[in-house]
């Protein structure tokens, strides 16, 4: 019996199957029906076979057997195999039918060994958000730091789509898993897994996807990390597989050690499992794809957007204009003077807006002079003095009275104790803070006032910028104000490109677009092709991260803006498409402990990993909807159209749109949190970047456009939205 999956056929024998192309196999197993039984001596042992019948059904190929414990328990499993639109479906349906007293639990799992190679080197591996190629720049914590591991899984729900996807460097063959449907549930609210043990809860919907290289062995984790195996002679491995085990399973993962105990390499490994119990059933699904890519970009692009539309959430219902009108009635109520130093907290506590500092930054988290520059523009806009007093006073305290001998700017100050505090000059923040002041300049410059003091800022600053250019055309990440290194990455160095080539629409100096292009070089040669997206963030190690990317975005975006070569806005793309990965498209319940919080009532849909191997996420992929609709425009994709309308709306799930919720200012919205274990667990507070992230795309769309929502943009002509998306023709004019 055998089903085709476009050129792969499935071919069915002997109680098992195998997938060939052209007369060749690439993955098989032999033995399909897989249990892990959690026995009461709390071992986990597994142990698989082979269906006991194999028949073609008008549903499609239907593969039946039972799976006898070494104790005695009894499990049937009958797996549907189907067709649908162009992947592989496989229903599985388990019942206990006889279950003993040492038997506590089991897990299933549906897997495919690789026929190519039994080296896990040999593959590059994709989990949203968890896992990219091998990982090379991820944090130590992170899945396939050490490939001398049994198992790397990690819980669907840390991943913005419940996927997983591994290619054969080599040869570029290609095999995808996925969750057939968004229908997970609650797990049980009334116990934690917080050690390395296995754990029984019925009520758990959720799986892991992964890969593994098992041996016939049990692993038995101490809490603190350290592994004992157990030999199980009964049990069969057949090299490299791509696994959904389920329920859940995360490891074996780097982590920190605990105590005194000397473990030379601790490990996390938490396992769920259902009860064994006599008519206790599981039923899922899983989809399964087969494809050749010429390289990872491509592989993690289409993978990705096969998945994309079979589990995207629904759009949040979210009238944009009017939150944005309340986001900076908020920012204008919460900034203040103090003495010369005009700002907003860095740091305040929901649901009543308890402000604990007013330690401000120039960009990054503070967003100190981006916030400025709004609170100007909408103040000429809606005629409101107090914003535009706010909104200048701002600005010239950070121009006035920020600038060092060097020609580079203090970037962190704090406001209320009227100190500059100890942070190196960081390249994220200049790139930030810049931009937001040299905006404010032409946004004043265009209605006939000049601010020299701030273009002087500017200026200062660029020159800055080219005089310590590194040879190979980057940045250090960081500077000591004395001018010597701080920290010797070159990560930030897309950060301040965009800055630069605005800086050269201004002033007409050449320099400017020279220095952005070489810079544009180093970032295409080492961010984009060589995958080290990397240091995006100035409170986290130089790690692989989301913001990096944004920043590569925005970056290679402004060169194809002055300079259209195909190379920019391949890039551009490229970066795109890594990012968006990071973005959780499907939606899942989370138990939240906050009755304010909006997520008692919305969907999760919208956040996004921070860094890879996170379980959870914040908003900051609202700063990139207008990014990704201009990208659309550019390049005609429709995904980047459909995927900025998603961010423009289900970003603001997080905020309380309408004052319903309970938070004392109608559109504040909390930083992120952990809720890859489906309970949230976050930093309930609010800070400036939150809110900056979404006025500051919501601006940029009217200005351009004209209007606030994607689908309203979407009804001019398109030479007229073409025309409009040349933004550098009138920027400077």
């Known amino acids: 019996m055998k089903l085709n999956v476009g050129a792969y056929t499935v071919c069915f024998q002997d109680g098992g199957l195998t997938v060939e192309k052209g007369g060749k196999v690439l993955y098989f197993n032999r033995r399909p029906i897989y249990v892990s039984c959690k026995t009461y001596g709390a071992i986990n042992e597994f142990r698989d076979c082979a269906y006991e019948s194999i028949k073609e059904t008008a549903m499609g190929i239907c593969g039946e057997g039972h799976f006898v414990t070494d104790n005695g328990s009894v499990l049937f499993v009958r797996d549907l195999y189907t067709v649908e639109g162009g992947a592989l479906k496989i229903a599985r349906k388990t019942v206990v039918e006889k279950a003993v007293e040492n038997d506590l639990g089991f897990q299933t799992k549906i897997f495919f060994y690789q026929a190519q190679s039994d080296d896990l080197m040999d593959y590059h591996y994709f989990s949203p958000g968890q896992w990219y190629r091998h990982n090379e720049f991820a944090a130590s914590y992170a899945l396939g730091k050490n490939m001398d591991m049994q198992y790397y899984y990690r819980r669907e729900t840390c991943s913005g789509l419940p996927m997983f996807a591994m290619q054969h460097i080599t040869t570029g063959e290609t095999i995808s898993m996925s969750r057939w449907a968004a229908n997970a549930t609650l797990p049980s609210l009334d116990r934690t897994t917080t050690e390395n043990y296995a754990y029984v809860d019925p009520k758990m919907t959720v799986g892991s996807f992964g890969v593994s290289k098992a041996k016939p062995e049990a692993l038995t984790y101490t809490y603190y990390g350290h592994v004992m195996s157990t030999p199980l002679p009964n049990a069969q491995c057949d090299g490299v597989a791509i696994d959904y085990i389920y329920p859940a399973v995360d490891g074996q993962q780097p982590v920190m050690g605990r105590g005194p105990f000397n473990v030379e390499q601790p490990l996390r490994n938490i396992t769920i499992v259902h009860p064994m119990r006599e008519g206790f059933g599981q039923d899922y699904a899983v989809a399964v794809t087969f494809a050749n890519y010429p390289d990872f970009n491509t ?17 949040f219902d979210v009238d944009n204009g009017l939150l944005f009108d309340n986001m900076m009635k908020f920012l204008k109520t919460v900034t203040k003077q103090f003495g010369s130093a005009w700002g907003t907290p860095f740091v305040a506590q929901l649901p009543d807006f308890d402000p604990n500092s007013f330690s401000a930054e120039i960009g990054f988290v503070g967003q100190q002079t981006g916030i400025g520059y709004q609170l100007l523009r909408w103040g000429v806009m809606n005629h409101d003095e107090e914003a535009i007093e706010k909104g200048l006073g701002i600005l010239d305290y950070w121009a006035n009275e920020t600038m060092t001998e060097t020609g580079c700017p203090k970037v962190w100050v704090h406001l209320s104790v009227h100190q500059f505090e100890p942070q190196p000059q960081w390249v994220r923040e200049i790139g930030d803070g810049l931009e ?34 590194n040879e190979d055309g980057s940045w250090y990440r960081s500077y000591n104000y004395d001018g010597s290194v701080c920290m010797d990455s070159k990560a930030s160095t897309p950060c301040v490109i965009r800055f630069l080539i605005q800086m050269q629409l201004v002033t007409g100096r050449k320099e400017y677009f020279d220095s952005a292009v070489r810079a544009g070089n180093w970032t295409y040669d080492n961010m984009y092709l060589g995958f080290e997206y990397r240091g995006g963030t100035c409170d986290q190690s130089d790690v692989l991260d989301k913001e990096s990317g944004i920043y590569c975005l925005f970056a290679f975006l402004a060169l194809y803006d002055v300079d259209p070569q195909k190379r920019w806005l391949d890039a551009a793309c490229g970066a795109a498409d890594y990012v968006e990965t990071f973005t959780f498209v499907w939606s899942f319940p989370v138990d939240s402990p906050y009755p304010c919080h909006p997520f008692t009532r919305n969907h999760i849909s919208g956040q996004s990993n921070v860094t890879v191997g996170t379980g959870g996420g914040d908003v900051y992929m609202a700063a990139c909807s207008y990014v990704y609709y201009r990208l659309y425009l550019l390049t005609g994709d429709q995904q980047y159209c459909d995927f900025a309308e998603f961010i423009n709306l289900n970003c603001k799930q997080a905020n309380d749109i309408d004052g319903s919720c309970g938070y004392k200012y109608i559109g504040m919205v909390n930083e992120g949190g952990g809720f890859g274990e489906q309970q949230y667990r976050g930093r ?7 809110t900056f992230v ?26 007229e939205r073409q025309r409009r998306n040349r933004i550098y023709d009138t920027y400077a004019k």
């Not at 309930?684 to 939150?690: E, G, K, R, V």
Request: net charge negative; proline share 5%; with cysteine.
């Open 299 to 315: 592989m993690m692009r289409e993978t990705w957007r096969e998945v994309y539309p079979r589990l995207k959430d629904r759009l």
């Open 436 to 469: 937001a002041i040299l905006d404010a300049y032409v946004f004043e410059k265009k209605r006939g006032i000049e601010h020299a003091n701030w273009l002087d800022y500017c200026v200062k600053t660029a020159d800055w910028l080219v005089a310590n250019q």
């Open 684 to 690: 309930y507070h609010w800070l400036p970047w939150c």
């Open 694 to 719: 979404e006025v500051d795309p919501s601006s940029r769309f009217y200005d351009t456009f004209g209007a606030y929502e994607v689908a309203e943009i979407e009804k001019l002509p398109l030479e």
